[in-house]
């Protein structure tokens, strides 16, 4: 049995009256906007952020992401320990020790030589060679670059029989190095910058038994560091360690480093901070730079001098301590060339003779404080010993500074 309930709904219906068209009913007036002039606040800025960020004063959010800076703190900080080990190693390791002096000592000693260093490096250690050789040149060191493949393919002879090599190899058995290395001579002094501690255990030495060793190893590989072998803490140490192979030959060879560095850099900000005001020591013949007589002073001939100063590259000549300058020596007579150096004692000038004066004295003050010297015709040839600290480091006669 069905049932039936009554259907209840909302609508209502209208007996008797005609239908019209349904028409929705007016909407409702829309409010007034006020005029720019009639706003009197502001609309407020919706912030979506945290509530304290929102906070009236609160700092903006943060630029920078954890991750990218967390992994340049971690580069930074491995290659920082690398170059604090490496500094450890040289102070206290007797391969290292020796070998850095035997290095400085090489370098020194060709570069007197009017000899120069030719780094030698392929790849990543190429480009730190470039480096280098631009950093020694700039400190008064003449450097070169090799590559070794160009270097068998004629740029070999860029080597001169007076210059000293210096390899460069993490690995120490490029084999780009290897095969160069038989044709350069047996004879020429040959360093190599290398992780290897142990001269025995590096290919290209066991190959040059000779070599100098330079160890540049790194506390822990870069893979294990960084997930990749990329040359990164490598590179940095092996720069560091020629970066002081610079700054220590520039000190040995030249009395003052900062006035060579100024003379080879003139441009850029670097040169514009130098103070250009010449001084004594710009014109000294350093003391290296002067060839020695190592004979007996009673057993010397003028004519001993002469052939010296010939040679000489700075035309200046010592015997014990006495000095011959060029100036002094073209006025040397014929008539006395075969006489002993006790009866031409014209020709020299003893050393309680010399005049001291301090490296960094401006040209101009060096002159007003020779005074009234400067009147006498002997002046000219009277000798200037510059001194550094007390010691001498050079020398020039007064005609120098006055012409």
Not at 84 to 97: G, N, Q
Request: some cysteine; glycine content about 6%; overall charge negative.
């Amino acid at each position: 049995m069905v049932e039936h309930h009554p259907v209840h709904n909302s609508e209502v219906y209208l007996l008797g009256i005609p239908s019209r068209p349904s028409i929705p009913p007016p909407s409702p007036p829309s409010p007034l906007l006020p005029t720019p002039s009639e706003q009197s606040e502001s609309i407020e800025e919706l912030c979506l952020d945290d509530d304290e960020l929102c906070a009236p004063g609160a700092e903006p959010a943060h630029q920078w992401n954890e991750k990218f800076v967390d992994g340049a703190v971690h580069v930074l900080s491995t290659e920082a320990t690398a170059l604090r080990r490496i500094a450890h190693l040289y102070e206290t390791d007797t391969v290292a020790r020796t070998g850095f002096t035997a290095a400085i000592t090489a370098i020194t000693t060709q570069i007197r030589a009017r000899g120069k260093l030719v780094i030698i490096g392929v790849g990543k250690s190429g480009h730190i060679s470039k480096k280098l050789v631009a950093t020694f040149n700039s400190l008064g060191v003449h450097a070169t670059f090799l590559h070794p493949t160009e270097a068998l393919h004629g740029d070999l002879g860029k080597i001169g029989p007076l210059d000293v090599v210096l390899f460069i190899t993490f690995s120490g058995k490029t084999g780009e190095l290897l095969s160069l290395l038989p044709h350069i001579a047996p004879d020429l002094p040959t360093l190599i910058l290398t992780s290897h501690r142990d001269p025995l255990e590096c290919k290209i030495i066991q190959q040059r038994p000779g070599m100098i060793l330079l160890p540049a190893p790194i506390h822990e590989s870069e893979t294990s560091s960084f997930g990749v072998s990329a040359p990164t803490t490598s590179t940095t140490v092996a720069l560091a360690i020629g970066d002081a192979l610079a700054i220590v030959a520039s000190q040995e060879l030249h009395p003052s480093v900062s006035s060579v560095f100024a003379r080879n850099h003139p441009g850029g900000a670097i040169g514009a901070s130098f103070d250009k005001i010449p001084s004594v020591r710009d014109h000294m013949v350093p003391f290296h730079d002067i060839t020695s007589i190592e004979e007996d002073f009673d057993i010397v001939r003028a004519v001993d001098i002469l052939r010296a100063g010939y040679i000489s590259p700075s035309g200046w000549v010592r015997v014990g301590n006495f000095l011959a300058s060029p100036s002094r020596i073209r006025k040397l007579e014929t008539a006395k060339l075969a006489s002993p150096l006790s009866d031409v004692l014209e020709l020299v000038v003893e050393k309680a003779k010399w005049v001291s004066i301090p490296a960094d004295t401006p040209i101009s003050q060096a002159i007003s404080l020779l005074g009234g010297w400067t009147a006498a015709a002997t002046i000219t040839t009277t000798i200037l010993a510059v001194t550094v600290k007390d010691k001498f480091v050079g020398v020039l006669e007064v005609g120098q500074l006055l012409a």
